[in-house]
């Protein structure tokens, strides 16, 4: 059955209203993300089959947002192009270490933070399997889909907000999880995230950024990820000092330290999109797209069948 153009079938277009979209994308990233988190707790012994498993699902999950881009939602995927992605995935990887590494210089500056010994380099290579699951599968599920859906139809500020929530939610999911590690994460990571990707419309920044805070914060500090199980890393460290400094059971990112230091920097990014005209307003009081490729263009203006 077609529409009354009679060139896009009912069923196309249906599959093209937003939460149908971020429904049926959603699940399946999803699924992708929580096959890849059970291969990683059941083969933390084997390092390299884990490396080896998360790159076939990440290959999977991105095999699956660029069919759905171009087959679904009509358009060629540029949030995935491959021309900036040295630039924008190098950025990230830089950022989102130093963040961290500022981090721990000044807990250690202030006495929260000492490092009491070093572990061989193997020691830092399980967390490369965990921090490539974390970076390109949660990027792909909260910012790729949850963040760009929830903007072509709400506009930027509401996804901000609810891409946010829900990326500080779901980690209350891990075993050490706190609500004050959630809403840090939320404000932090959440913030910074959306901030990437509204600035430059691709996801890779957001991925560097995931990968490496991730990576830095295990492999090479032995930091708690989140709420999940330490596990040991290049340097030994030890941290003394109230839950607010230290993070607690949930990790540095519920540290006040480094909320504030990526909360700047996500405000930062923030400010650069709004001068660079990158904020899309919400479908109610939106004249024209004026962000959209011309193929997401299209999904924003489509009316309901």
């Given at each position: ?22 429904a049926v994308l959603g699940l399946l990233l999803l699924g992708c993300l929580a096959f890849s988190n059970t291969f990683l707790e ?193 340097f030994k460290t030890v941290m003394t000092g109230p839950d607010l400094l230290t993070g607690g059971s949930f990790g540095l990112e519920a540290s006040l330290i480094a909320c504030l230091l990526c909360t700047t ?41």
């Amino acid at each position: 059955m077609t529409d009354s153009s009679g060139t896009t079938p009912l069923w196309l277009r249906i599959a093209q209203l937003a939460p149908i979209r971020l429904a049926v994308l959603g699940l399946l990233l999803l699924g992708c993300l929580a096959f890849s988190n059970t291969f990683l707790e059941q083969n933390k012994a084997v390092p390299l089959q884990a490396i080896m498993a998360v790159a076939g699902m990440v290959a999977l999950a991105m095999w699956i947002y660029v069919g759905f881009a171009r087959y679904v939602e009509q358009r060629e995927p540029a949030d995935l192009a491959l021309g900036p992605m040295p630039r924008e995935l190098g950025l990230g990887l830089v950022l989102g270490t130093a963040l961290y590494t500022c981090s721990v210089l000044i807990l250690m500056a202030i006495g929260v933070m000492r490092i009491e010994g070093v572990n061989p380099p193997v020691f830092m290579l399980p967390a490369i399997a965990m921090a490539l699951s974390s970076g390109f599968l949660e990027e792909l599920l909260f910012r790729g889909a949850l963040f760009r859906i929830v903007e072509q139809w709400l506009g930027s500020w509401i996804s901000v907000f609810v891409s946010s929530v829900v990326f500080g939610v779901v980690h209350l999911m891990n075993p050490a999880a706190t609500i004050t590690g959630a809403i840090f994460i939320s404000v932090e990571a959440g913030v910074l995230l959306a901030a990437a990707y509204m600035l430059t419309r691709r996801l890779w920044l957001g991925i560097g950024f995931h990968i490496s805070w991730n990576y830095t914060q295990s492999a090479v500090f032995s930091g708690v990820v989140s709420g999940s199980v330490a596990d040991p890393g290049l340097f030994k460290t030890v941290m003394t000092g109230p839950d607010l400094l230290t993070g607690g059971s949930f990790g540095l990112e519920a540290s006040l330290i480094a909320c504030l230091l990526c909360t700047t920097a996500g405000t930062i990014l923030v400010m650069r999109a709004v001068s660079r005209g990158q904020v899309m307003q919400p479908f109610w009081s939106r004249t024209q797209p004026e962000i959209a490729t011309s193929s997401e263009r299209s999904l924003i203006e489509q009316p309901p069948a």
